[in-house]
Nanobody, 126 residues
């Protein structure tokens, strides 16, 4: 019904910046909250950021507040994650996901998301 495809990952030095993109196809995601999650080696997947269905509210994990910014572009049917001041602990596979229900603020629980991308690798080296 909807496909999500992340891109923009790669290798970056500590303190550097990277912008991830999540391009949706198959249907519009403009009526849905969206989320970014990440999974580091040996760890469970964790919440990173959410954006309200209309882009009006954003929420972030404490570990990325002040450094990461989530945004969306309805014309491109795409969600972004701008990552600044990157740290080695940011190294992970980053996933984009769509909220199951329409017009919500943005939920934290992974079970509330019905479609996920394949992930894009971010590696921060020191």
């Amino acid at each position: 019904q909807v496909q999500l495809r992340e891109s923009g990952g790669g290798l970056v030095q500590v303190g550097g910046s990277l912008r991830l993109s999540c391009a949706a196809s198959g249907r519009s995601i403009s009526d849905y909250a969206m989320g970014w999650f990440r999974q580091a080696p040996g760890k469970e997947r964790e919440f990173v950021a959410t954006i309200m269905w209309n882009g009006g509210r954003r929420n972030y994990a404490d570990s990325v507040k002040g450094r990461f910014t989530i945004s969306r572009d309805n014309a491109k049917n795409t969600v972004y994650l701008q990552m600044n001041s990157l740290k080695p602990e940011d190294t992970a596979v980053y996933y984009c996901a769509k909220d199951t229900y329409m017009r919500r603020v943005g939920v934290y629980a992974q079970a509330e998301y019905d479609y996920w991308g394949q992930g894009t690798q971010v590696t921060v080296s020191s």
